[in-house]
């Protein structure tokens, strides 16, 4: 695993915390910071004791996407080869994400731009501090949005908005962005955090492999027919129903007391 100051990592009550922590450049990705949220993800993955994630940013700013001083055209003759970025760094960490059968919860606490956001949309619960805004800067410095954004966007938003956003660059406000079902929620600042951890602890406290399923379905359900996709919670069910946790649940339930579930 790479441990790296770019990415601070904690476990608490089955809590990964991973803050983005870069601050003077609004944690803006470098090479460095990028292997380390890979390979913290990875231990996400690997590490049964870790039943859920919390993402978010240190100082003022959640992430303002790569950063742009790596790439200085002044002092380089050659055009760097963006899409290598992409294969090599951003698509890796957003699969990882994605296929992740644990909640990950994205804490954004200021500024998320350009793969940033992107990075922010693709979690699975989305909170942000009301003075957060959301930034789709590619279309400022002739790019497209990428780490999944025209993907997220249209899928959520519709082709209008996503367009809107992503042409004009504006930024668009946490509470717009929940009013518009592109987050969950909109938290007084100073509420973000404890809230925010709050629910990860709660959803760490849960039956994982049951969450784990809900998440995939989901996000397979665009992919598939009505019909197919009733065959699909017809297999997750059947797994469900296998657990551990299922067997506490309804116990639980039956005595008239909290579960305790073992995320198995
Ligand atoms: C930064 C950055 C930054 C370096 C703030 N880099 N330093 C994928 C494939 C490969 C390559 C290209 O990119 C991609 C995906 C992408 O993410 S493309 C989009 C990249 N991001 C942007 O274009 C956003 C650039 N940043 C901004 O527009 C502003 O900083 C925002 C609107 C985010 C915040 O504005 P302010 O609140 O006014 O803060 P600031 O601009 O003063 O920034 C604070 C510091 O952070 C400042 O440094 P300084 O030394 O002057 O205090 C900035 O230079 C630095 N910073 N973003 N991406």
Redesign the pocket.
């Known amino acids: 695993m790479t441990t790296s100051p770019t990415v601070l990592a904690e476990v608490e009550s089955g809590v990964l915390k991973l803050t983005l922590n870069r601050p ?3 944690n ?1 990705f470098n090479e460095e910071m990028h292997l380390a949220l890979r390979s913290q993800l990875e231990r996400a993955h690997e590490d049964e004791e870790i039943r859920a994630v919390l993402l978010t940013g240190a100082g003022r ?1 959640f992430c ?6 790596d ?1 200085d055209p002044r002092k380089n003759t050659e055009r760097p080869d ?1 899409g290598h ?2 294969e090599t760094f ?1 698509n890796p960490a957003l699969r990882l994400i994605r296929a992740l059968e644990k909640p990950v919860i994205c804490a954004v606490n200021g ?1 998320a ?4 956001a992107n990075i922010a949309f693709a979690c699975d619960i989305v909170l942000a501090a009301k003075s957060a805004k959301f ?1 789709q ?2 279309s ?2 002739g ?1 497209i949005p ?2 999944g954004g025209s993907w997220t966007l249209t899928r959520i938003l519709g082709e209008p908005r996503a367009k809107a956003l992503t042409m004009t660059a504006e930024p668009l406000l946490a509470e717009t962005a929940a009013e518009w079902g592109l987050i969950w929620k909109a938290l007084d600042d100073d509420a973000l955090l404890p809230e925010a951890s709050a629910l990860a602890q709660r959803l760490a406290a849960g039956p994982t492999l049951g969450l784990g399923l809900t998440k995939r379905l989901i996000q397979e359900a665009a992919n598939r027919d009505f019909d197919s996709h009733l065959d699909a919670e017809c297999d997750c069910q059947r797994q469900a129903g296998r657990s551990d946790d299922y067997a506490e649940g309804v116990t639980a339930f039956l005595e008239k007391r909290p579960a305790q579930f073992r995320g198995r």
């Open positions: 003077d450049k609004l803006s700013g303002a996407g790569q950063d742009l001083g790439r963006l970025t992409l951003y500024v731009a350009g793969a940033g930034i800067a590619f400022k410095i790019l990428d780490a």
